[in-house]
């Protein structure tokens, strides 16, 4: 199981824009970010794998958000724009497909501690 770590959370208007980044202690095979707002379930946001396909992108982010990943440094990013209310989470990186939707959270075994995200109107 590779240890996660976080980073790059805060808060900004809306319409502003911030950047995460996950680092894994070592490889995995897809990574991903999910977030979880206050009295809601965690959702996925965006997965990407390790080759060259394509990422994956829930549907209310898809064209705002953008994920990235440098595999020497065992690296993900998140790069977040146009931000609504609507994001304000904690987002978590998440590693360690087991199988099933890529987007569900039952599908990954490692987890970071999640860094929070606040956009205000």
């Known amino acids: 199981q590779v240890q996660l770590r976080e980073s790059g959370g805060g808060s900004v208007q809306a319409g502003g824009s911030l950047r995460l980044s996950c680092v894994a202690s070592g490889y995995a095979n897809f990574m991903g970010w999910f977030r979880q707002a206050p009295g809601k379930e965690r959702e996925g946001v965006a997965i990407i794998p390790t080759g060259a396909d394509s990422p994956f992108y829930a549907d209310s982010v898809r064209g705002r958000f953008s994920i990235s990943r440098d595999n020497a440094k065992n690296t993900i990013y998140l790069q977040m724009n146009r931000l609504k209310p609507e994001d304000t989470a904690t987002y978590y990186c998440?590693?360690?497909?087991?199988?099933?939707?890529?987007?569900?959270?039952?599908?990954?075994?490692?987890w970071g501690q999640g860094t929070q995200v606040s956009v205000s109107s």
């Open positions: 998440a590693a360690e497909h087991l199988g099933g939707h890529l987007l569900l959270p039952s599908a990954y075994k490692s």
